[in-house]
């Protein structure tokens, strides 16, 4: 809570506010009262408070007030009618006339308070912070409990860094408002700016008390107070290091202040740096190396010139590397220096130019520099701020690479996927530059890092949670075409790493599936042709995955449908439904209701492989909702065989069904499947009404003859 108001004046002046606030509701209500001693006693002392006023009416008017905004006003004596003796409905008329005239003022107070305020949060927008708080302050003059007032010249006050100003102005908006999130907001920024490390997070965590929804705002906000206290005393222990003559805070100073000297040449600076290296390692070198302005370092014109040249001789690529493990050293785990050289524009234009240019020692110490902001979120946000529109391009291309490279690369893209940021840009850049190397190198798997090129899949794969940049993919025959050709095989198919290929391929496909479109019809009947070849694969995550693409594709082909029927998918499906395991069932019997909707030799092959429906009836007890609907649809299906129906009489079919199409079921499509396969069961074969009756569930099946019919 904030601490208490420095004005002792105003602080008993709003408190007095408050008691007569309440003094004046407990009048009214005795006024009002039915009890007529609790009414008397009420007049009595309304009465005595009256007298009181008016004896100090004229002291109370002429007052000065303390020179800041106040909650309260004066009290308005009551109109001189009001006289000891009247009766209570005079009082209550006179206090009820009195209420109107003061909700008059107020609202004419309250008009001209919003209009000041609107002024002072347009001159706020133009950045004429002083001008806004003239504004707000003439607003309180009006209205002097108005609380968003308060915080909005808080916020005035911060940006013209009067920081005990907007802690005051705080404590009153929270004086209106106690649960004022904004006023706890700015107050924890304005102790923050004083170094008030321990005030700053307690604001921060009374606004998660207030609202526990604000968990991700109120993290923030704690991690840069505790990343600012660190920073602060750091420099402080630094500055001590190097008031008592250390040897290294002394050898940083001296060493960057030569680099930067313009007579210096590239082998003079290599060497320097290298020594700069092996000085900042620990906090209090990343410390000195900060308050010395080691980040300027490229303010050498020799460490620039190397740094940005195009194509590098022998000694400009020495200075880049050891350039790159300096920043490497002095970014290790401290988020202010990375904050720090990432704010240096030739390091961010720089980048991606490091990561394309063909040297492998550059290349590999740019990556090691980017992991250490990728590995964190704090390091993620700060790279999410970079143009990042080619970077997904440019790590996927290390996909060629047979070294460490390929796995860098491959963590950092890892982690930035699920950056909103990173996303957005990447749709600008998917079909010009990403879709033909991606396409190119799922053609040439054989010539891949395929362990890298699995990750590389995957990672795209999860970039389809967007989806705009699904749209893209699914829409794009060449990538369906490369896909298709990875799993055709290639030599070393049978290597883990391809298996792996193989795998996040599908899981990429399953992905683009949620999409529909030309394209995916297009290619259907050889997606399907593949999938099915795969279902007996010795890897069971691969078959599972395999179905999932079946149980995605087929709707958009009638004829791909005709093709794994043809191909004995029915049998096949059965046969993982009797394994068990519940992600391949619910694949599988999706894949039954698709062939079973369109073929009739779906049908008869189910009715004839499924000997007595035992595999759908096992399904029809399953806790998984979306596997019981596909099975009751199946079976809905199914019944159309004649003799179907004749094969379920003393199963306990009707009573399984009547459960889910009674209400059992949460999902309206399972009720419905299950009341359509129970009517079409009793109209197919009528000695199952029997068995219906014996369960009360005439009326279900009345119910659901609606479907049958619509069906």
């Keep these: 809570p904030p601490a208490m108001l420095r004005d002792e004046d105003t602080e008993a002046d709003f408190q007095r506010f408050l008691r007569r606030v309440d003094d004046v509701t407990n009048l009214l209500q005795g006024l009002n009262s039915p009890d007529s001693t609790v009414q008397e006693k009420a007049i009595a002392e309304t009465e005595k408070r009256l007298r009181e006023q008016g004896a100090s009416r004229e002291q109370e008017e002429s007052r000065t007030t303390v ?6 006003t004066p009290v308005r004596a009551f109109p001189p009618e009001i006289k000891a003796g009247h009766s209570s409905d005079g009082f209550l008329a006179a206090l009820e006339k009195d209420a109107k005239e003061r909700a008059q003022r107020r609202r004419r107070n309250e008009q001209l308070a919003n209009a000041l305020k609107e002024e002072g949060n347009e001159a706020f927008r133009r950045g004429d912070f002083a001008l806004a708080i003239r504004r707000y302050t003439e607003g309180l003059e009006k209205l002097r409990d108005k609380q968003e007032l308060y915080t909005n010249r808080a916020q005035a006050y911060l940006k013209l860094h009067e920081y005990e100003k907007a802690i005051s102005d705080c404590e009153w908006a929270l004086k209106c408002n106690k649960n004022c999130l904004k006023a706890y907001f700015l107050m924890g920024k304005a102790h923050l700016a004083l170094q008030h490390f321990t005030e700053s997070r ?3 965590e009374q606004m998660l008390h207030i609202d526990p929804q604000k968990e991700n705002l109120v993290k923030d906000c704690v991690s840069e107070a505790e990343l600012e206290e660190k920073r602060v005393r750091d420099e402080e222990r630094a500055v001590r290091e190097g008031q008592a003559g ?17 007579d210096r040449d590239i082998l003079y600076c290599t060497g320097a740096i290298r020594l700069l290296a092996g000085l900042v390692g620990s906090c209090t070198g990343q410390t000195l190396f900060r308050t010395n302005n080691g980040f300027s370092i490229l303010g050498s014109e020799a ?8 194509r590098k001789s022998p000694a400009e690529v020495e200075l880049c590397v050891s350039l790159l493990l300096l920043w490497q050293a002095a970014c290790a785990g401290n988020e202010e220096n990375q904050c720090l050289l990432l704010g240096q524009p030739a390091v961010s234009a720089q980048l991606p130019e490091l990561l394309s240019s063909g040297t492998a020692q550059i290349q590999r110490e740019t990556l090691a520099l980017i992991s250490l902001y990728s590995a964190h979120e704090s390091g993620r946000r700060l790279l999410a701020r970079q143009d990042l529109s080619r970077w997904l391009q440019i790590l996927m291309a290390f996909v060629k690479s047979t070294d460490a490279r390929a796995d860098s690369a491959m963590n950092i893209l890892s982690d930035l996927i699920g950056e909103e940021r990173f996303q957005t840009q990447c749709r600008a850049t998917l079909s010009s530059g990403v879709l033909p190397l991606f396409t190119q190198l799922l053609a040439r798997a054989g010539q891949a890092n395929r362990a890298a090129l699995a990750r590389g899949v995957g990672a795209l794969g999860s970039l389809c949670a967007d989806p705009g940049l699904r749209a893209q993919l699914a829409q794009s025959g060449e990538c369906w075409q490369a896909c ?3 799993l055709e095989g290639c030599p070393g198919a049978s290597s883990p790493e391809y298996q792996q290929c193989v795998f996040a391929v599908l ?3 399953m992905n683009l599936l949620l999409e529909s479109n030309g394209t995916i019809q297009e290619f259907a009947v050889p997606i399907t042709g593949r999938c099915l070849a795969l279902l007996s ?3 069971g995550r691969i078959v599972t995955r395999a179905i999932g693409v079946l149980s995605r594709v087929l709707p958009a082909s009638p004829s791909a449908v005709e093709e794994v029927v043809k191909g004995g998918v029915v049998k096949k499906m059965l046969k993982f439904l009797k394994a068990g395991g519940q992600l391949t069932s619910r694949y599988a019997i999706k894949t039954l209701s698709i062939c079973t909707q369109s073929s009739s030799r779906a049908q008869e092959e189910l009715v004839k492989w499924d000997k007595r429906f035992q595999v759908l009836l096992k399904l029809l007890e399953s806790g998984d909702e979306l596997t019981v609907g596909n099975a009751a649809f199946c079976l809905s ?9 004749s094969s379920l009489l003393g199963s306990s079919v009707v009573l399984l069904l009547l459960r889910q199409a009674g209400g059992d079921a949460q999902r309206t499509s399972v009720q419905q499947n299950s009341a359509i396969a129970l009517g079409r069961l009793c109209v197919a074969e009528p000695r199952h009404i029997h068995q219906l009756r014996k369960l009360n569930g005439l009326a279900i099946l009345n119910s659901s003859m609606k479907y049958v019919h619509s069906s």
């Design 67 to 72: 020179n800041r905004t106040l909650i309260n």
């Design 637 to 645: 299906q199914c019944l159309l065989i004649p003799g179907a129906a």
């Design 246 to 262: 250390n040897v290294a805070a002394l050898s940083i100073r001296e060493l960057l202040q030569r680099i930067q000297s313009p």
């Design 507 to 509: 899981g990429l496909m």
């Design 484 to 486: 298709l050709e990875l």
């Design 537 to 539: 694969h010795q890897d």
């Design 202 to 204: 307690q604001c921060y």
């Design 303 to 310: 460490v620039r010139g190397a740094f940005c040249a195009e």
